[in-house]
T-cell receptor, first 116, second 112 residues
Framework: DTAVSQTPKYLVTQMGNDKSIKCEQNLGHDTMYWYKQDSKKFLKIMFSYNNKELIINETVPNRFSPKSPDKAHLNLHINSLELGDSAVYFC???????????????FGEGSWLTVV | TQLLEQSPQFLSIQEGENLTVYCNSSSVFSSLQWYRQEPGEGPVLLVTVVTGGEVKKLKRLTFQFGDARKDSSLHITAAQPGDTGLYLCAGGATSGTYKYIFGTGTRLKVLA
């Protein structure tokens, strides 16, 4: 069974469209994340939720809106897509608050978003 | 802003060679992790170090956390083609903001 699963894996869409990426984890973790990895492989945190509460909201355009209906799900909705949004988006989860005591982050396989 | 710089950025070596990857910052971290990412997949945790000066070994991989908890190194002995991948260090914030900060990455290719 996949621990952190995200869909779709590949997404090609036109500028201006709205799209969503879904994420589910079956590890029983209480913290979930969205990371963005650019073409240079730099991995940057976008959002983090702990027990459905937003705890990290980095400098991300407000066109990006995360939604956590429950502890096991964290979806990412993107409005008015731009060329610069093309990247790989990783969903991840961990048990406990991030950055403390070296909690392991479990990543999904990534969603390759291409905006044309 | 806490930043983690990794060096080298790219590394291509022959099977059997040794190598060291560095992860440096001017900031102190509560913990330091190393991940390996293979093409088409998400990063996978290799090790976590939490104490300054700590050394951990994972088969042919040796990880060290700097005494001041600002830097770390990953040493691979007798590299194999299976070690090929993107290596990422990640630092845990010390307080205030609950997040991991990822390094700039080192792309390793081991040639058979």
């Amino acid at each position: 069974d996949t621990a952190v699963s995200q869909t779709p894996k590949y997404l090609v869409t036109q500028m201006g469209n709205d799209k969503s990426i879904k994420c589910e984890q079956n590890l029983g973790h209480d913290t979930m994340y969205w990371y963005k990895q650019d073409s240079k492989k730099f991995l940057k945190i976008m959002f983090s939720y702990n027990n459905k509460e937003l705890i990290i909201n980095e400098t991300v355009p407000n066109r990006f809106s995360p939604k956590s209906p429950d502890k096991a799900h964290l979806n990412l909705h993107i409005n008015s897509l731009e060329l610069g949004d093309s990247a790989v988006y990783f969903c991840a989860s961990s048990q406990g608050l991030p950055g403390i005591s070296g909690n392991t982050i479990y990543f999904g396989e990534g969603s390759w978003l291409t905006v044309v | 802003t806490q930043l983690l710089e990794q060096s080298p950025q790219f590394l291509s070596i022959q099977e059997g060679e040794n190598l060291t990857v560095y992860c440096n910052s001017s900031s102190v971290f509560s913990s330091l992790q190393w991940y390996r990412q293979e093409p088409g997949e998400g990063p996978v945790l290799l090790v976590t170090v939490v104490t300054g000066g700590e050394v951990k070994k994972l088969k042919r991989l040796t990880f060290q956390f700097g005494d001041a908890r600002k830097d770390s190194s990953l040493h691979i002995t007798a590299a194999q083609p299976g070690d090929t991948g993107l290596y990422l260090c990640a630092g845990g914030a010390t307080s205030g903001t609950y997040k991991y900060i990822f390094g700039t990455g080192t792309r390793l290719k081991v040639l058979a």
